[in-house]
């Protein structure tokens, strides 16, 4: 069952399932900001001109991107994405995480979309199995594959606004955000930037790195979880411009993410980051 309104892209449906609500709200506010994570390390934000480029396209390629499907499951399918290149950055072995997992265990039975926050404290807190074991959403949380134990996310920061994320990116961390996608955002220019929608964000989106345009603007190097087909070289990538960031409820909902642990179940080898 979806109570999330269908939309069409590139000719197939698709659900935009992030939503807000209270209890997500409340979770999020239980978070620390990245700003006073740094502090607490003596460190502050990077002010843009020590900005450097972080290009992460030639790791990230299009076989890092997911499909959700016609669910409204983005949020936890970006988690997942992120999570794996995350691994990847950290020096670990390249893995599929399940974002359909990862959902499930935020909606139970019905397709409701999730705040990115849902998704973190999944991540967190129990972890996410292989993909190979959980390849759609089954809405249902009684399925609990056993690789769910041995992959988690140590620390997720709340984000809110785009020095944060760009501060975030050049420390080497995995982003995840919202943006709205409205009838502008398929609309790609020829630098493969999305268009821009106003309006708080219905969808949940991750970045990898950001560039600098030969104009001087810098954007967020994004992979989609629409498939390889998606996005203006049909492979599944794009850029999101600082206008994605803003006025898209970033200030409620985004956050990054730090670390990733991975538990072997070896006695003699507890979890490291």
Known sequence: MSDLEPILIDGMERR????ENDAGLKMRAGYQSFTQWLESRGLSLIP???WLQVDNSGVFTSSFVTDQGHYGACVGYSAAQAFS?????RGQAYIRISGSYVYDQINGGRDNGAMIVDALTVLENEGSCLESEYVT???SRSAQ???RKRYRLAKGFALTHWVEICTAIQMGFMVQYPVQVGALYGRFDSNGCCGVDRGQGNHSVHSHGMIRLPSGEWVLQHAGTWGKW???WKTGLAYHRRAHIENCAVENDA??????IED???GDNPPVP
């Open 16 to 19: 935009m399932g992030r939503v």
């Open 48 to 50: 843009e001109k020590d």
């Open 85 to 89: 290149k995350l691994r990847v950055l």
């Open 137 to 139: 959403p089954r809405f």
């Open 145 to 147: 594959p056993e690789s």
């Open 230 to 232: 998606w996005g203006p």
């Open 255 to 260: 956050f990054c993410h730090v670390d990733a």
């Open 264 to 266: 072997t179940g070896d």
